[in-house]
């Protein structure tokens, strides 16, 4: 069973930094593109950060600057280093990996369970 668990989340204040981590588990062979999406209550979720399997990264410009995604394969991990946040950055942040192999199998588009990101003074 191949799962994606989401950690790193808590409670920091404006121009604070968090770092997010999703790890892959399971008999994993390797995994395409990764994402970081974040959904604030009423709202839409939206994409905030993707990595390739080389290592190559796109923001929106709503993050740029601030947040960097980063991964590390031998780990099957990646991370999401959060800096300098504001209030309009609480959400719910879930990974994502658009495709996963196993030995015996291609997963698409799996989904971490969420971690909670507030950002209040």
């Known amino acids: 069973q191949v799962q994606l668990v989401g950690s790193g989340g808590g409670l920091v204040q404006p121009g604070g930094s968090l770092r997010l981590s999703c790890a892959a588990s399971?008999?994993?062979?390797?995994?395409?593109?990764m994402a970081w999406y974040r959904q604030a209550p009423g709202k839409q979720r939206e994409l905030v950060a993707t990595?390739?399997?080389?290592?190559?990264?796109n923001y929106p410009d709503s993050v740029k600057g601030r947040f960097t995604m980063s991964r590390d394969n031998a780990k099957n991990t990646v991370y999401l280093q959060m800096n300098s946040l504001k209030p309009e950055d609480t959400a719910v942040y879930y990974c994502?990996?658009?495709?996963?192999?196993?030995?015996?199998?291609?997963?698409?588009?799996?989904w971490g369970q969420g971690t909670q990101v507030t950002v209040s003074s």
């Open positions: 994502n990996a658009d495709r996963i192999f196993t030995g015996w199998a291609r997963l698409d588009n799996l």
């Open positions: 399971g008999s994993i062979v390797s995994i395409n593109t």
């Open positions: 990595i390739t399997s080389g290592g190559s990264t």
